[in-house]
């Protein structure tokens, strides 16, 4: 199967290196796009450098720094349009081992409309993190995974796999949101359209150089679209029923009184 990994950057020029390189080893006949944002770092002209010495890799350059969801938008239509039968989400910090990759091509190949790698199933793990920051972590992806009844440990993950056909399904160029928000979204809308949705452990690794791209914003749109979501399929049969009750109503014509009939003339004299 003919597989794109989907790699958005931002000044990432001192992980792009070492991500292509390895990513390379991990899936030799894979292909990478990075999908930069207009970084002032030189982070696309270096990875133009690479592709010329390892191949097999593109490079989409962005006006603006617009969001990781709009990132991945572009990429996965980028990748769509050239036939390319698997997309992977990765982050370009290396805090995801490209050497999980086959891992997560492997179930695609079994027949997952999804595959995520998560923190949470047994053998997953995040080694170097603290324990209100795993907390935190782990208590939200039970909020999202209750409230919408996902069926996933790790819906905020950023490293995943789409079978291409789930992708167009789901029509990810109406999605708005980015972020943790995109990720959930994207698994929600999976799990609703009612495909298949597999987890496959990896460990998570603290970033070594760069800085993060998480703020307050992005966790607290997260924590907003999922309650909306969750109220709003709780209403819409609601909607539905009343909606359709009160057309059946307007369409069933009002009953009318019969009309007055007048009495018999009285006989001639």
Aim: proline share 7%.
């Amino acid at each position: 199967m003919r597989c794109l990994v989907v790699v958005p950057t931002y000044q990432e020029v001192g992980n792009v290196d070492e991500l292509l390189r390895r990513c390379r080893v991990a899936l030799p006949g894979g292909e990478v796009l990075i999908v930069d944002d207009a970084s002032p770092d030189g982070t696309a002209d270096r990875a133009e450098e690479l592709a010329r010495e390892l191949g097999c890799v593109s490079v989409l350059r962005r006006r603006s720094k617009d969001g990781l969801g709009a990132a991945y938008r572009a990429g996965f239509s980028w990748g769509i349009e050239r036939g390319f039968e698997v997309l992977v989400e990765m982050d370009a910090d290396l805090q995801h081992d490209p050497a999980a990759l086959p891992s997560l091509l492997h179930r695609i190949e079994e027949g997952a409309d999804l595959v995520i790698g998560s923190r949470y199933v047994e053998g997953g793990s995040i080694p170097a993190w603290s324990w209100h920051r795993r907390a935190l972590s782990r208590y939200g992806n039970r909020y999202a995974a209750f409230v919408l009844g996902l069926p996933v440990t790790d819906a905020t993950s950023g490293y995943r796999a789409y079978h291409a056909n789930a992708l167009r399904l789901l029509d990810t160029s109406a999605f708005r949101a980015d972020g943790y928000g995109f990720q959930i979204e994207t698994a929600y809308r999976v799990h609703r359209a009612g495909g298949r949705i597999d987890e496959v452990p990896i460990a998570f690794h603290e970033r070594v150089a760069g800085a993060s791209k998480m703020s307050g914003r992005i966790v607290l749109e997260a924590w907003v679209l999922v309650t909306w979501w969750a109220c709003r399929e709780r209403l819409e049969p609601r909607i539905v029923f009343r909606c359709r009750d009160r057309r059946r109503r307007r369409s069933t014509p009002a009953a009318r009184p019969a009309p007055e009939v007048p009495p018999d003339p009285p006989p001639a004299p």
